[in-house]
């Protein structure tokens, strides 16, 4: 199971938020909500569509995808030095697949921030800034060790030292490994590395409803963020972690209306677990019948036996053809066997590249 990382700077509603993911439990016959220790929990993603065909197919059972959201030790700077719990939080991220930066943007002289002020940028500037200078230590320490390799010419060396170099450089001028254009035989080298700044990152700015928040403000730090959210063609979101964590002790029908008496505008629970979704590149494909609809995850662009996979591993040896419909399609049409009249189910073969929202029933 894929895997996000929750940080952030003390203090900024890290573990709040962390809270309100794991109160996304579902019902028992549901994919269940667990903890595998206190910081680490899987949740079920939000998915409208399983929902449908779920009842289109009068199902006994639903089974939602699901990710896995790790609430990192709080970071401070120096971490990359084992100041605070940096050796903690660095060992933790690298063991994600992606980050979730959490960011207060809200005044609250009553929650003290470790610097003392509100400042988002700066805050985003600590935390890259120790994932920069870890992600330096490991690739120089690397180019150290295959010296003796690359004097003598080995072949592999001299590539893997290469792309070293490159990336040295990137994280040198103080940007992330992932801006490097990578080869496609440099891929695994890099991937090997493990490089916090070759995870997708996600911003998530904390706002307070009713709060001094800065972006309501037209506050100059909250304009020095949005230009580099620009810039860096970064993903982000707003959330208020402290009403969604508040929000699990209302009826699904009243938290709408309750968070609009609090004014402001932000992206609920749900939306964040979609994005961290995407934030992975995957995709969702499902099986429905009359014992169960199933929502499925594999990486986008996967062919239908890689991504049969992740319903058995037999599935890429065994796989013979599979039948695939749209899930809309397949609603509009009323039943399987009308959507088969109409033409709407097609046979697909090994090549076929597997699209968000595909019906599948795999033939072995």
Request: hydrophobic content about 40%; charged content about 30%.
């Amino acid at each position: 199971m894929l895997s996000i990382g929750i940080v952030g700077l003390p203090n900024v509603g890290k573990s709040t938020l962390f809270n309100a993911l794991t109160e996304k439990s579902v019902s028992a016959e549901n994919y269940p909500f667990c903890t595998i220790d206190p910081s680490v929990g899987v949740v079920s993603v939000p998915d409208a569509r399983l929902d449908k065909l779920s009842a289109f197919s009068n199902s006994k059972k639903t089974v939602y995808t699901a990710i896995e959201f790790v609430d990192i030790a709080g970071l401070v700077a120096g971490a990359h030095e084992g100041e605070g719990l940096g050796n903690k939080f660095l060992a933790n991220i690298r063991e994600t697949d992606a980050i979730i930066e959490i960011v207060r943007i809200f005044e609250d002289e009553d929650i003290i921030h470790v610097n003392g002020k509100i400042d988002p940028m700066n805050d985003i500037e600590v935390i890259n800034l120790e994932l920069i200078m870890a992600d330096f230590q490991t690739v120089t320490k690397r180019i150290a060790n295959i010296n003796r390799d690359v004097k003598r010419g080995d072949k592999q060396a001299l590539i893997e030292n290469e792309i070293l170099i490159k990336i040295e450089k990137v994280l040198d001028d103080g940007k992330f490994a992932n801006t490097v254009e990578i080869k496609e035989e440099e891929k695994k080298i890099v991937k090997a590395l493990n490089l916090l700044t070759t995870k997708p990152v996600l911003y998530a700015f904390n706002k307070k409803m009713g709060g001094k928040n800065l972006d309501e403000m037209d506050d100059p730090r909250w304009i020095e963020v949005e230009k580099f959210l620009e810039e860096s063609n970064s993903k982000y979101l707003k959330i208020d972690t402290q009403i969604e964590h508040e929000l699990k002790d209302l009826p699904e029908d009243e938290r709408g209306e309750y968070k609009q008496t609090l004014g402001g505008a932000c992206d609920d629970i749900d939306v964040l677990i979609r994005k961290g979704y995407e934030l992975l590149d995957l995709i969702t494909f499902f099986t429905t019948g009359e014992d169960e609809s199933r929502a499925w995850t594999t990486k986008r662009n996967s062919t239908a036996p890689i991504a049969g996979t992740a319903i058995h591993t037999d599935f890429k040896d065994k796989f013979i053809k599979a039948d695939v419909i749209n899930w809309q399609d397949l609603l509009d049409s009323g039943s399987r066997a009308q959507a088969r009249e109409k033409g709407l189910i097609r046979i697909e073969g090994k090549e076929y590249i597997v699209k968000d929202g595909d019906v599948i029933e795999f033939r072995i």
